[in-house]
């Protein structure tokens, strides 16, 4: 089974940008739709971003929205976050996912069944 793994979090300002990666271990992630997930304390994990398996379609939330893009790289397998113009309340353990089953939602947690071992993102004000 493919196994996925980010990086990139880590400790920034306000107003900075931070960008997360996760790489796939096997097959490409072509086959799977990928997402970006979080998770603060004390509360459950939310979608933050996705893109679809063939790459046409994205869909993020609205907290995110017009700050985070997804995007990726198939020669590297590898699945990106860039987050600009981060605020204390993205604050959050930031999880990849992706889904072996591709006719789900892009949204819901439940439609993705691999997941990362989450990066931590911490945002100071």
């Known amino acids: 089974q493919v196994q996925l793994v980010e990086s990139g979090g880590g400790l920034a300002q306000a107003g900075v940008s931070l960008s997360l990666s996760c790489l796939a271990s096997?097959?490409?992630?072509?086959?799977?739709?990928m997402g970006w997930f979080r998770q603060a304390p004390g509360k459950g994990r939310e979608f933050v971003a996705a893109?679809?398996?063939?790459?046409?379609?994205?869909s993020y939330a609205d907290s995110v929205k017009g700050r985070f893009t997804i995007f990726r790289d198939i020669g590297k397998n590898t699945v990106y976050l860039q987050m600009n113009n981060l605020k204390p309340e993205d604050t959050a353990v930031y999880y990849c996912a992706a889904a072996t089953w591709i006719f789900g939602t892009l949204i819901g947690a439940q439609d993705y069944d691999v997941w990362g071992h989450g990066t931590q993102v911490t945002v100071s004000s």
């Open positions: 893109i679809n398996h063939s790459g046409d379609e994205k």
């Open positions: 096997e097959r490409t992630i072509a086959s799977y739709n």
